[in-house]
Protein backbone atom coordinates (compact mmCIF):
# COMPACT_ATOMS: atom_id res chain seq x y z
CA UNK A 1 0.00 0.00 0.00
CA UNK A 2 1.19 3.32 -1.17
CA UNK A 3 2.35 5.50 2.04
CA UNK A 4 0.10 8.70 3.11
CA UNK A 5 2.07 11.26 2.36
CA UNK A 6 3.51 13.44 5.90
CA UNK A 7 6.08 16.35 5.73
CA UNK A 8 7.26 18.17 8.11
CA UNK A 9 8.77 21.62 7.86
CA UNK A 10 10.58 21.79 11.46
CA UNK A 11 12.42 25.25 11.85
CA UNK A 12 14.32 26.29 15.29
CA UNK A 13 13.13 29.59 16.41
CA UNK A 14 16.45 31.36 17.07
CA UNK A 15 15.64 34.60 14.99
CA UNK A 16 13.62 35.47 11.64
CA UNK A 17 12.80 32.75 9.06
CA UNK A 18 15.44 33.13 6.36
CA UNK A 19 13.94 33.30 2.47
CA UNK A 20 15.42 29.48 2.30
CA UNK A 21 13.66 28.67 4.69
CA UNK A 22 10.56 29.83 3.31
CA UNK A 23 11.41 28.16 0.05
CA UNK A 24 11.82 24.78 1.80
CA UNK A 25 8.45 25.88 3.99
CA UNK A 26 6.53 26.05 0.04
CA UNK A 27 8.02 23.15 -1.37
CA UNK A 28 6.98 20.90 1.78
CA UNK A 29 3.77 22.55 1.24
CA UNK A 30 3.29 21.93 -2.68
CA UNK A 31 4.30 18.68 -2.29
CA UNK A 32 1.77 17.84 0.63
CA UNK A 33 -1.24 19.11 -1.41
CA UNK A 34 -0.03 17.54 -4.63
CA UNK A 35 -0.52 14.03 -2.69
CA UNK A 36 -3.23 14.77 -0.42
CA UNK A 37 -1.18 14.32 2.10
CA UNK A 38 -0.57 16.56 5.46
CA UNK A 39 1.85 19.27 6.01
CA UNK A 40 3.46 19.43 10.07
CA UNK A 41 4.61 22.48 11.28
CA UNK A 42 6.87 21.53 14.21
CA UNK A 43 9.31 23.99 16.78
CA UNK A 44 12.61 22.69 16.84
CA UNK A 45 13.37 24.32 20.21
CA UNK A 46 16.12 21.88 22.22
CA UNK A 47 18.67 24.46 22.15
CA UNK A 48 17.60 26.46 24.84
CA UNK A 49 20.91 28.75 23.89
CA UNK A 50 19.42 29.98 20.61
CA UNK A 51 15.89 30.59 21.73
CA UNK A 52 15.01 33.94 20.16
CA UNK A 53 11.78 35.40 21.56
CA UNK A 54 9.26 36.63 18.89
CA UNK A 55 11.19 33.79 16.47
CA UNK A 56 7.77 31.36 16.42
CA UNK A 57 4.90 33.67 16.33
CA UNK A 58 7.13 35.03 13.49
CA UNK A 59 7.42 32.24 11.30
CA UNK A 60 3.44 31.34 11.85
CA UNK A 61 2.87 34.71 10.05
CA UNK A 62 5.46 34.45 7.60
CA UNK A 63 3.51 31.20 6.60
CA UNK A 64 0.20 32.82 7.13
CA UNK A 65 1.18 35.69 4.90
CA UNK A 66 2.53 33.55 2.47
CA UNK A 67 -0.93 31.05 2.37
CA UNK A 68 1.26 28.17 3.40
CA UNK A 69 -1.12 26.16 5.26
CA UNK A 70 -0.55 24.09 8.54
CA UNK A 71 -2.63 20.70 9.19
CA UNK A 72 -0.66 19.92 12.31
CA UNK A 73 0.96 22.12 14.42
CA UNK A 74 1.50 24.01 17.70
CA UNK A 75 -1.63 26.26 16.90
CA UNK A 76 -3.09 23.41 15.05
CA UNK A 77 -3.39 20.42 16.97
CA UNK A 78 -3.13 16.84 15.62
CA UNK A 79 -2.86 13.49 16.34
CA UNK A 80 0.76 13.31 17.20
CA UNK A 81 1.30 16.34 19.18
CA UNK A 82 3.13 17.92 20.96
CA UNK A 83 3.91 20.04 18.07
CA UNK A 84 6.92 21.85 20.14
CA UNK A 85 9.96 19.93 20.88
CA UNK A 86 10.18 21.33 24.29
CA UNK A 87 7.00 19.81 25.44
CA UNK A 88 8.43 15.93 24.43
CA UNK A 89 10.98 15.75 26.89
CA UNK A 90 9.98 12.40 28.38
CA UNK A 91 9.57 11.06 24.93
CA UNK A 92 13.16 11.55 24.15
CA UNK A 93 14.57 10.43 27.65
CA UNK A 94 12.88 7.08 27.22
CA UNK A 95 14.04 7.04 23.58
CA UNK A 96 17.58 7.98 25.05
CA UNK A 97 17.14 5.16 27.56
CA UNK A 98 16.50 2.83 24.90
CA UNK A 99 19.44 3.34 23.37
CA UNK A 100 21.64 3.26 26.22
CA UNK A 101 20.20 -0.18 27.46
CA UNK A 102 20.69 -1.30 23.79
CA UNK A 103 24.34 -0.29 24.00
CA UNK A 104 23.72 1.47 21.13
CA UNK A 105 24.71 4.92 23.12
CA UNK A 106 27.15 5.57 26.30
CA UNK A 107 27.53 8.46 28.57
CA UNK A 108 30.27 10.63 28.71
CA UNK A 109 31.60 12.78 30.88
CA UNK A 110 34.22 15.23 29.27
CA UNK A 111 34.21 18.53 29.99
CA UNK A 112 34.69 21.55 27.26
CA UNK A 113 38.14 21.77 28.51
CA UNK A 114 39.18 18.13 27.76
CA UNK A 115 37.39 17.91 24.50
CA UNK A 116 39.40 21.17 23.97
CA UNK A 117 42.59 19.81 24.84
CA UNK A 118 41.89 16.53 22.81
CA UNK A 119 41.26 18.61 19.62
CA UNK A 120 44.48 20.66 20.09
CA UNK A 121 46.33 17.18 20.48
CA UNK A 122 45.10 15.25 17.97
CA UNK A 123 44.73 17.29 14.35
CA UNK A 124 40.90 16.74 13.00
CA UNK A 125 40.03 15.34 16.52
CA UNK A 126 36.51 13.26 15.86
CA UNK A 127 34.99 11.59 19.09
CA UNK A 128 34.71 8.23 17.74
CA UNK A 129 35.84 4.71 17.68
CA UNK A 130 39.47 5.45 17.06
CA UNK A 131 39.17 8.00 19.95
CA UNK A 132 36.86 6.96 22.64
CA UNK A 133 38.49 4.75 24.60
CA UNK A 134 40.98 7.39 25.23
CA UNK A 135 38.16 9.56 26.67
CA UNK A 136 36.02 9.48 29.97
CA UNK A 137 32.66 7.46 28.90
CA UNK A 138 30.92 4.58 30.05
CA UNK A 139 32.61 2.81 27.97
CA UNK A 140 36.49 3.35 29.32
CA UNK A 141 35.84 3.95 32.56
CA UNK A 142 34.41 1.72 35.13
CA UNK A 143 30.79 0.79 35.84
CA UNK A 144 30.96 2.24 39.29
CA UNK A 145 32.81 5.27 38.97
CA UNK A 146 30.35 5.94 35.88
CA UNK A 147 27.44 5.36 38.51
CA UNK A 148 29.28 7.54 41.44
CA UNK A 149 29.65 10.66 38.96
CA UNK A 150 25.58 10.34 37.89
CA UNK A 151 25.02 10.00 41.27
CA UNK A 152 26.96 12.83 42.58
CA UNK A 153 25.21 15.21 39.70
CA UNK A 154 28.28 15.20 37.53
CA UNK A 155 27.22 17.07 33.99
CA UNK A 156 26.91 14.38 31.00
CA UNK A 157 26.03 13.80 27.38
CA UNK A 158 24.68 10.66 25.62
CA UNK A 159 26.74 10.03 22.64
CA UNK A 160 25.38 7.56 19.69
CA UNK A 161 28.10 4.38 19.60
CA UNK A 162 28.68 4.68 15.56
CA UNK A 163 30.55 1.18 14.27
CA UNK A 164 32.63 1.70 11.59
CA UNK A 165 32.99 0.21 8.39
CA UNK A 166 29.40 0.35 7.39
CA UNK A 167 28.24 1.81 4.08
CA UNK A 168 25.50 3.93 4.89
CA UNK A 169 23.25 4.70 2.17
CA UNK A 170 20.88 7.65 2.14
CA UNK A 171 18.34 7.71 -0.72
CA UNK A 172 17.62 11.14 -2.01
CA UNK A 173 14.77 12.24 -4.29
CA UNK A 174 16.94 14.42 -5.90
CA UNK A 175 20.53 13.57 -5.26
CA UNK A 176 19.91 9.82 -6.02
CA UNK A 177 21.85 7.48 -4.15
CA UNK A 178 24.15 8.87 -1.66
CA UNK A 179 26.27 6.60 0.29
CA UNK A 180 28.87 7.67 3.43
CA UNK A 181 31.33 5.77 4.97
CA UNK A 182 30.51 5.44 8.84
CA UNK A 183 34.18 6.00 9.60
CA UNK A 184 33.57 9.21 8.55
CA UNK A 185 30.84 9.75 11.63
CA UNK A 186 31.39 10.91 14.75
CA UNK A 187 29.44 9.51 18.11
CA UNK A 188 26.81 12.78 18.53
CA UNK A 189 25.90 13.89 20.71
CA UNK A 190 22.30 12.80 21.40
CA UNK A 191 21.13 14.39 24.87
CA UNK A 192 23.17 16.54 27.67
CA UNK A 193 21.89 16.51 31.32
CA UNK A 194 22.98 19.70 32.23
CA UNK A 195 19.15 21.41 30.76
CA UNK A 196 17.36 18.01 30.54
CA UNK A 197 16.74 18.16 26.82
CA UNK A 198 17.75 16.09 23.96
CA UNK A 199 20.15 17.40 20.75
CA UNK A 200 18.62 18.40 17.40
CA UNK A 201 19.55 15.39 16.05
CA UNK A 202 17.92 12.72 18.66
CA UNK A 203 15.14 15.06 18.84
CA UNK A 204 14.55 15.31 14.92
CA UNK A 205 14.52 12.13 14.22
CA UNK A 206 12.56 10.55 16.48
CA UNK A 207 10.05 12.72 16.01
CA UNK A 208 10.19 12.16 12.29
CA UNK A 209 9.20 8.57 12.95
CA UNK A 210 6.77 9.31 15.71
CA UNK A 211 4.81 11.82 13.66
CA UNK A 212 4.70 9.28 10.66
CA UNK A 213 7.05 11.62 8.75
CA UNK A 214 6.93 10.13 4.91
CA UNK A 215 9.36 12.75 3.37
CA UNK A 216 11.90 14.94 4.62
CA UNK A 217 12.46 17.75 2.25
CA UNK A 218 14.82 20.36 3.68
CA UNK A 219 17.81 22.64 2.66
CA UNK A 220 21.02 20.49 1.27
CA UNK A 221 22.89 21.97 4.26
CA UNK A 222 21.33 19.20 6.13
CA UNK A 223 22.58 16.59 4.28
CA UNK A 224 25.31 15.86 6.19
CA UNK A 225 22.84 14.87 8.87
CA UNK A 226 21.03 12.21 7.02
CA UNK A 227 23.48 8.98 7.50
CA UNK A 228 22.80 9.55 11.07
CA UNK A 229 18.83 9.51 10.77
CA UNK A 230 19.24 6.22 8.83
CA UNK A 231 21.50 4.69 12.04
CA UNK A 232 19.79 5.81 14.68
CA UNK A 233 15.93 4.51 12.37
CA UNK A 234 18.21 1.15 12.08
CA UNK A 235 19.31 1.23 16.07
CA UNK A 236 15.48 1.96 16.99
CA UNK A 237 14.13 -0.96 14.48
CA UNK A 238 12.70 1.17 12.62
CA UNK A 239 14.25 0.39 8.94
CA UNK A 240 10.82 -0.02 7.34
CA UNK A 241 9.06 3.74 7.94
CA UNK A 242 12.41 5.35 6.91
CA UNK A 243 11.67 8.56 5.51
CA UNK A 244 12.38 9.30 1.68
CA UNK A 245 15.00 12.46 1.56
CA UNK A 246 14.40 15.26 -0.32
CA UNK A 247 18.31 17.73 0.27
CA UNK A 248 17.17 21.18 -1.83
CA UNK A 249 19.47 23.22 -3.57
CA UNK A 250 21.24 25.91 -2.23
CA UNK A 251 20.07 30.12 -2.74
CA UNK A 252 22.99 31.47 -3.65
CA UNK A 253 24.13 34.63 -3.61
CA UNK A 254 22.60 36.79 -7.16
CA UNK A 255 26.14 37.71 -8.08
CA UNK A 256 29.38 35.99 -7.35
CA UNK A 257 29.99 32.63 -5.67
CA UNK A 258 28.35 31.26 -2.45
CA UNK A 259 25.19 31.03 0.06
CA UNK A 260 23.13 33.88 -0.01
CA UNK A 261 23.48 35.78 2.80
CA UNK A 262 21.64 39.14 5.08
CA UNK A 263 24.64 41.01 4.23
CA UNK A 264 23.68 40.25 0.29
CA UNK A 265 20.40 42.11 0.80
CA UNK A 266 21.80 44.63 2.70
CA UNK A 267 24.25 45.23 -0.09
CA UNK A 268 22.38 45.07 -2.64
CA UNK A 269 19.09 46.32 -1.55
CA UNK A 270 16.46 43.66 -1.09
CA UNK A 271 14.87 42.03 1.71
CA UNK A 272 16.06 38.14 2.36
CA UNK A 273 13.29 37.78 5.35
CA UNK A 274 9.56 37.49 4.67
CA UNK A 275 8.19 40.07 7.22
CA UNK A 276 10.13 43.15 8.92
CA UNK A 277 12.29 41.68 12.00
CA UNK A 278 12.88 43.52 14.60
CA UNK A 279 16.07 41.88 16.76
CA UNK A 280 15.00 41.46 20.03
CA UNK A 281 18.92 41.49 21.15
CA UNK A 282 20.70 43.59 19.27
CA UNK A 283 17.35 46.31 18.54
CA UNK A 284 18.30 45.87 14.98
CA UNK A 285 15.80 45.58 12.22
CA UNK A 286 16.20 43.86 9.05
CA UNK A 287 13.32 44.66 6.21
CA UNK A 288 10.86 42.10 4.74
CA UNK A 289 8.84 41.51 1.62
CA UNK A 290 5.70 42.09 2.48
CA UNK A 291 6.61 45.43 4.39
CA UNK A 292 8.33 46.53 1.30
CA UNK A 293 5.30 45.82 -0.84
CA UNK A 294 5.75 42.58 -2.50
CA UNK A 295 2.62 40.52 -2.60
CA UNK A 296 2.45 37.25 -0.99
CA UNK A 297 1.33 35.30 -4.53
CA UNK A 298 4.07 36.88 -5.92
CA UNK A 299 7.15 35.81 -3.44
CA UNK A 300 5.50 32.68 -3.67
CA UNK A 301 5.79 31.87 -7.17
CA UNK A 302 9.23 33.58 -7.22
CA UNK A 303 10.42 31.63 -4.50
CA UNK A 304 9.13 28.77 -6.31
CA UNK A 305 11.09 28.65 -9.29
CA UNK A 306 14.22 28.77 -7.35
CA UNK A 307 15.53 25.36 -7.72
CA UNK A 308 12.63 23.99 -9.85
CA UNK A 309 10.90 24.42 -13.05
CA UNK A 310 7.80 22.87 -14.18
CA UNK A 311 9.55 21.73 -17.25
CA UNK A 312 8.66 24.65 -19.97
CA UNK A 313 8.69 28.09 -19.63
CA UNK A 314 5.80 28.93 -17.48
CA UNK A 315 6.29 31.29 -15.35
CA UNK A 316 3.49 32.84 -13.31
CA UNK A 317 1.36 30.38 -12.22
CA UNK A 318 -0.57 30.73 -9.28
CA UNK A 319 -0.57 28.60 -5.86
CA UNK A 320 -2.65 25.87 -7.22
CA UNK A 321 -0.79 25.62 -10.82
CA UNK A 322 2.37 25.48 -8.36
CA UNK A 323 0.46 22.45 -6.57
CA UNK A 324 -0.16 20.53 -9.50
CA UNK A 325 2.88 20.76 -11.53
CA UNK A 326 5.33 20.59 -8.85
CA UNK A 327 7.84 17.77 -8.85
CA UNK A 328 11.23 16.51 -7.64
CA UNK A 329 12.20 15.23 -10.50
CA UNK A 330 12.20 18.89 -12.29
CA UNK A 331 14.30 20.71 -8.84
CA UNK A 332 17.67 21.25 -9.86
CA UNK A 333 20.84 19.74 -7.34
CA UNK A 334 22.98 22.56 -8.04
CA UNK A 335 22.39 26.07 -6.09
CA UNK A 336 19.90 28.71 -7.29
CA UNK A 337 21.20 31.79 -7.74
CA UNK A 338 18.82 34.44 -6.02
CA UNK A 339 17.79 36.65 -8.92
CA UNK A 340 15.67 39.83 -7.16
CA UNK A 341 15.18 41.67 -9.95
CA UNK A 342 13.27 38.58 -11.13
CA UNK A 343 11.33 38.65 -7.86
CA UNK A 344 9.89 42.51 -9.20
CA UNK A 345 9.40 41.40 -12.50
CA UNK A 346 6.71 38.69 -10.41
CA UNK A 347 5.28 41.49 -8.25
CA UNK A 348 4.84 43.59 -11.70
CA UNK A 349 2.63 41.12 -13.17
CA UNK A 350 0.70 39.86 -10.03
CA UNK A 351 -0.03 44.02 -9.25
CA UNK A 352 -1.60 44.00 -12.41
CA UNK A 353 -4.23 41.39 -12.09
CA UNK A 354 -5.15 42.41 -8.86
CA UNK A 355 -9.01 43.19 -8.58
CA UNK A 356 -9.34 47.00 -7.75
CA UNK A 357 -10.64 46.07 -3.98
CA UNK A 358 -7.13 44.12 -3.14
CA UNK A 359 -5.55 47.04 -5.56
CA UNK A 360 -6.67 49.12 -2.69
CA UNK A 361 -6.05 47.16 0.07
CA UNK A 362 -2.55 46.90 -1.05
CA UNK A 363 -1.92 50.85 -1.57
CA UNK A 364 -3.59 52.18 1.62
CA UNK A 365 -0.72 51.16 4.13
CA UNK A 366 1.78 52.50 1.10
CA UNK A 367 -0.45 55.85 1.22
CA UNK A 368 -0.58 55.98 5.13
CA UNK A 369 3.35 55.70 5.72
CA UNK A 370 3.59 59.15 3.54
CA UNK A 371 1.23 60.79 5.42
CA UNK A 372 -1.47 60.19 3.66
CA UNK A 373 -4.91 60.82 5.83
CA UNK A 374 -7.09 58.28 4.39
CA UNK A 375 -10.05 59.46 5.79
CA UNK A 376 -10.14 62.16 3.40
CA UNK A 377 -10.33 59.81 0.26
CA UNK A 378 -12.75 57.28 -0.46
CA UNK A 379 -11.88 53.53 -2.03
CA UNK A 380 -13.30 54.16 -5.00
CA UNK A 381 -10.92 57.33 -6.05
CA UNK A 382 -7.97 55.60 -4.33
CA UNK A 383 -8.88 52.62 -6.71
CA UNK A 384 -9.04 55.12 -9.84
CA UNK A 385 -5.85 56.38 -9.31
CA UNK A 386 -4.26 52.96 -8.70
CA UNK A 387 -5.57 51.70 -11.94
CA UNK A 388 -4.37 54.57 -13.52
CA UNK A 389 -0.97 54.20 -12.39
CA UNK A 390 -0.21 50.41 -11.56
CA UNK A 391 0.91 49.77 -14.82
CA UNK A 392 4.49 51.79 -14.17
CA UNK A 393 4.67 49.83 -10.41
CA UNK A 394 6.39 47.08 -9.40
CA UNK A 395 5.59 47.04 -6.29
CA UNK A 396 2.95 48.83 -4.45
CA UNK A 397 5.38 51.14 -2.70
CA UNK A 398 6.12 52.24 -6.21
CA UNK A 399 2.07 53.64 -6.45
CA UNK A 400 2.84 56.58 -4.72
CA UNK A 401 5.57 57.42 -6.83
CA UNK A 402 3.45 57.30 -9.49
CA UNK A 403 0.53 59.64 -8.06
CA UNK A 404 1.97 61.30 -5.21
CA UNK A 405 0.09 64.07 -7.30
CA UNK A 406 -3.31 62.60 -6.59
CA UNK A 407 -2.96 63.12 -2.87
CA UNK A 408 -1.00 66.56 -2.84
CA UNK A 409 0.00 69.68 -4.86
CA UNK A 410 3.21 69.77 -6.27
CA UNK A 411 5.24 72.20 -3.77
CA UNK A 412 7.97 72.56 -6.50
CA UNK A 413 8.10 72.63 -10.38
CA UNK A 414 10.87 70.57 -12.34
CA UNK A 415 12.58 73.71 -13.14
CA UNK A 416 14.14 71.82 -16.91
CA UNK A 417 10.38 71.49 -17.08
CA UNK A 418 9.67 75.04 -16.82
CA UNK A 419 12.67 76.72 -19.00
CA UNK A 420 11.33 74.17 -21.36
CA UNK A 421 7.31 74.96 -21.33
CA UNK A 422 6.73 77.77 -19.89
CA UNK A 423 6.41 81.35 -21.80
CA UNK A 424 5.52 84.90 -20.64
CA UNK A 425 1.83 83.95 -22.81
CA UNK A 426 1.45 80.74 -20.59
CA UNK A 427 -0.24 82.55 -17.55
CA UNK A 428 -2.83 84.12 -19.90
CA UNK A 429 -3.71 80.97 -22.01
CA UNK A 430 -4.01 79.21 -18.59
CA UNK A 431 -6.65 81.71 -17.71
CA UNK A 432 -8.40 81.19 -20.47
CA UNK A 433 -8.48 77.31 -20.48
CA UNK A 434 -9.82 78.20 -17.13
CA UNK A 435 -12.75 79.64 -18.92
CA UNK A 436 -12.95 77.09 -21.50
CA UNK A 437 -13.61 74.65 -18.56
CA UNK A 438 -16.70 76.72 -17.79
CA UNK A 439 -18.35 75.78 -21.41
CA UNK A 440 -18.39 72.08 -20.56
CA UNK A 441 -21.25 70.88 -18.55
CA UNK A 442 -19.80 68.27 -16.69
CA UNK A 443 -15.45 68.88 -16.14
CA UNK A 444 -15.19 65.05 -15.55
CA UNK A 445 -17.19 64.01 -18.44
CA UNK A 446 -15.91 62.86 -21.82
CA UNK A 447 -16.51 66.50 -23.25
CA UNK A 448 -13.36 68.20 -21.75
CA UNK A 449 -11.01 66.61 -23.76
CA UNK A 450 -12.32 67.84 -27.17
CA UNK A 451 -13.02 71.23 -25.83
CA UNK A 452 -9.68 72.38 -24.82
CA UNK A 453 -8.19 70.60 -27.50
CA UNK A 454 -10.38 71.79 -29.89
CA UNK A 455 -9.93 75.35 -27.95
CA UNK A 456 -6.09 75.01 -28.80
CA UNK A 457 -6.28 74.50 -32.16
CA UNK A 458 -8.76 77.02 -33.08
CA UNK A 459 -6.51 79.79 -31.32
CA UNK A 460 -3.37 78.14 -32.86
CA UNK A 461 -1.49 77.81 -29.51
CA UNK A 462 1.42 75.52 -29.16
CA UNK A 463 -0.18 72.15 -28.28
CA UNK A 464 2.94 70.40 -26.59
CA UNK A 465 3.83 73.63 -24.82
CA UNK A 466 0.33 74.11 -23.36
CA UNK A 467 -0.71 70.93 -22.49
CA UNK A 468 2.72 70.59 -20.63
CA UNK A 469 2.49 73.63 -18.83
CA UNK A 470 -0.77 72.61 -17.80
CA UNK A 471 0.85 69.17 -16.30
CA UNK A 472 3.10 71.22 -14.85
CA UNK A 473 0.99 72.95 -12.44
CA UNK A 474 -0.97 69.78 -11.79
CA UNK A 475 1.92 67.26 -11.41
CA UNK A 476 4.73 69.78 -10.91
CA UNK A 477 6.84 67.96 -13.45
CA UNK A 478 5.87 66.36 -17.08
CA UNK A 479 5.28 62.93 -15.79
CA UNK A 480 1.71 61.01 -15.18
CA UNK A 481 -1.07 59.37 -16.70
CA UNK A 482 -3.38 60.80 -20.02
CA UNK A 483 -3.80 64.68 -18.40
CA UNK A 484 -7.69 64.63 -18.61
CA UNK A 485 -7.42 61.16 -16.85
CA UNK A 486 -5.96 63.11 -13.98
CA UNK A 487 -8.34 66.55 -14.47
CA UNK A 488 -11.48 64.14 -14.46
CA UNK A 489 -10.35 62.56 -10.70
CA UNK A 490 -8.81 65.59 -9.18
CA UNK A 491 -11.95 67.66 -10.15
CA UNK A 492 -12.28 71.35 -11.78
CA UNK A 493 -11.84 72.73 -8.15
CA UNK A 494 -8.52 71.14 -7.38
CA UNK A 495 -7.22 71.67 -10.86
CA UNK A 496 -8.04 75.25 -11.09
CA UNK A 497 -6.55 75.79 -7.85
CA UNK A 498 -3.02 74.09 -8.93
CA UNK A 499 -3.25 76.13 -12.16
CA UNK A 500 -4.05 79.60 -10.43
CA UNK A 501 -0.94 78.46 -7.90
CA UNK A 502 1.30 77.97 -10.85
CA UNK A 503 0.53 80.61 -12.52
CA UNK A 504 1.69 82.64 -9.27
CA UNK A 505 4.48 80.85 -8.17
CA UNK A 506 5.84 79.76 -11.78
CA UNK A 507 5.46 83.42 -12.80
CA UNK A 508 6.90 84.82 -10.03
CA UNK A 509 9.94 82.41 -8.85
CA UNK A 510 10.11 80.41 -11.66
CA UNK A 511 13.33 81.13 -14.39
CA UNK A 512 12.74 83.92 -16.66
CA UNK A 513 12.32 83.06 -20.14
N1 LIG B 1 15.54 22.39 13.00
C1 LIG B 1 16.21 22.24 11.75
C2 LIG B 1 16.23 23.61 11.09
O1 LIG B 1 16.30 24.56 11.78
C3 LIG B 1 15.49 21.19 10.94
C4 LIG B 1 16.25 20.57 9.82
C5 LIG B 1 15.39 19.47 9.21
O2 LIG B 1 14.44 19.83 8.51
O3 LIG B 1 15.65 18.31 9.47
O4 LIG B 1 16.15 23.78 9.90
Not at 176 to 197: E, F, H, N, T, W
Not at 356 to 375: I, N, Q, R
Not at 422 to 434: C, G
Request: with cysteine.
Amino acid sequence: MEREVRVRFAPSPTGPLHIGGVRTALYNYLFARQNGGKMILRIEDTDSQRFVPGAEEYINEALAWLGIGIDEGVREGGPYGPYKQSERRDIYREHVRQLLDQGRAYIAFDTPQELEAARAATPNFQYDASTRMGMRNSLSMPREEVDRLIAEGTPYVVRFLIEPGRNVEVNDLIRGRVVIKSDILDDKVLYKSADDLPTYHLANIVDDHLMRVSHVIRGEEWLPSAPLHVLLYEAFGWQDTMPQFVHLPLLLKPDGKGKLSKRDGDRLGFPVFPLLWHDPKSGETSSGYRESGYLPQAVVNFLALLGWNPGDDTEIMSMDELIRKFSFDHCSKSGAKFAYEKGKWFNHNYLQTLSEAELVAAFKPVLEAHGVDLSKYSDEYIGQVAELVKGRANLAADLWDQANFFFEAPDSYDPKAVKKRWSPDTPAQLEEMISIFDTVPDFCGPELEPAVLGWIADKGYHLGNLMNAFRLTVVGACRGPHMFDITRLLGKDEIVKRMRQGIERISCDGPTV
